[in-house]
């Protein structure tokens, strides 16, 4: 089946890793004090939380907030992978990631503090770091 007949597939609105793409695009951590990731790195259903932590430490999302405070507590007791955000105003916001998509993920945090689910599609010029 050519590429274009599967975008138009009864169903089928976005492509999963473009989607991904787009919230990362999205992340601006701005309005976060701190996150707190508890994992345990052979449970099986932990794929999006590792994909949350990698996206949050990219060079890019990290300016956007460089007094973030990222800490992560590798277990091995087989318990689903969690994190907790701390916002301004003392908020915390609590995820149980258990095989939920990176991208429904990373949506709904951008979502939570404020900001745009996606971000704009399209070439952006490069950062200079």
């Given at each position: 089946m050519c590429q274009m007949w599967q975008k138009i597939r009864y169903g089928v609105r976005w492509n999963p890793a473009e989607r991904?793409?787009?919230?990362i695009r999205a992340l601006d951590l701005q309005k976060v004090k701190s996150i707190d990731i508890s994992m345990d790195p052979l449970y099986e259903g932990n794929h999006s939380i590792r994909t949350f932590w990698h996206a949050v430490m990219t060079p890019r999302v990290r300016m956007t907030n460089p007094t973030l405070k990222v800490k992560t507590n590798l277990t091995n007791d087989r318990r689903p992978p969690s994190f907790v955000a701390t916002i301004d105003g003392g908020k915390k916001l609590r995820f149980e990631t258990d095989k939920m998509p990176p991208a429904d993920l990373i949506s709904?945090?951008?979502?939570?503090?404020?900001?745009?689910?996606?971000?704009?599609?399209?070439?952006?010029?490069?950062?200079?770091?």
């Open positions: 991904l793409a787009l919230g709904t945090f951008n979502r939570l503090i404020g900001n745009p689910e996606a971000g704009k599609a399209g070439t952006r010029p490069r950062i200079n770091i």
